[in-house]
C-alpha cells in the first residue's frame, strides 16, 4: 500500500498577512505625547546686544545642591528631601518680610497690583548626582510653586488653580512666577 501524504498547509501568504497586520497596527496605535520637566528657557541673546553686567541680589537667590552621593543642600545647610519644599515655599512668599529671603515688588497684573516676590530657585547638582534624587528634587520644587499658586488662587479666586479659567490661571502664573534656573552639572568627584 503506498503511503498517503499528509495535505499541507499553503504558507506562502503567511508573511503577507504579519506585514499587513504590522501596517495596521502602526497606523492604528497611537503614540503618547511625551511630556518632560517644564521650563522656560532665556531667549537666544541678540549677536549684537551689548553683554551688561546685572547686578542680582544675593537675598533674591537661593541654590540647591545634589551631591554625587544624592546629598542635599540648600543654602548652605544639608538637608532632608521632606523639608525642602516647605523651605522653598517660605523661601519664595517671604511672610515676615525678612531681610535675608527675597525682596517683593509691586507689580500690576490686570488692573490690579500684587506684591511678587523676586526669589530665584537655583538647582545644581554633580554629575555623578542619580536621576531618582534629581527628579525627587525637581518634583518638590514644584509643588512648592504649585502650592503658593493654590494659596494665591483661594485667596483672590476661592477656587483652587486647577479649575481657574485660563485667564484667572495667567494672573496667578503672572503673581507667583516658576522661577527655577537649573546649572549645567558638575564634576565635582574628580580632581583637576
Known sequence: MAKKKTPEINSSSTADIAFLLLCYFLMTTTMGDQSGLQRRLPPIPDKNQKVEDQKV???????????????????NEAMDIVFLKEKMKEFLANPNNDPNLPEKEEKEIEGKTYMVSKGVISLQNDRGTSYQAYIAVQNELV???????D??????????????????????????????SEAEPKDTGKKK
Open 151 to 180: 494659596e494665591f488662587s483661594m485667596r483672590e479666586f476661592g477656587r483652587r488653580f486647577s479649575v481657574l479659567t485660563e485667564d484667572q490661571q495667567n494672573i496667578v502664573k503672572k503673581a507667583v512666577p516658576q522661577n527655577i
Open 57 to 75: 541680589n544675593r537675598r533674591n537667590i537661593v541654590i540647591v545642591r545634589i551631591n554625587s552621593a544624592d546629598k542635599l543642600f540648600a543654602g
Open 143 to 149: 509643588k512648592a510653586v504649585n502650592e503658593l499658586r
